[in-house]
């Protein structure tokens, strides 16, 4: 039979794999992670910055603008 004392407690266990994961090294991120983030931050700013609103590049809000200008006006462009 085995001898009960020699074996660890649940809380020796804990402290030894706390233990082993303070020793670990950090984790660095992979080579060019912040150059990518940039890009990206860089790229989004830069399709924000568009001569028509979004709303406006959808034919269909386009179309439904140009016939509410159109009939909402005086009619010279009908006559």
Known sequence: MTDPAS???ADDEWE??????RTQPTAQPRPFFYSRV???LVAE???ERQLLPA????????VM????LLLSGD???LR
């Open 55 to 62: 709303w406006l590049r959808w034919p269909s809000y386009a």
């Open 16 to 21: 030894n794999l706390l233990r082993q994961w």
């Open 45 to 47: 700013a830069a399709a």
């Open 65 to 68: 603008l140009g016939l509410l």
């Open 38 to 40: 940039r890009a990206r």
């Open 7 to 9: 074996r660890p407690t």
């Open 75 to 77: 009619g010279a462009l």
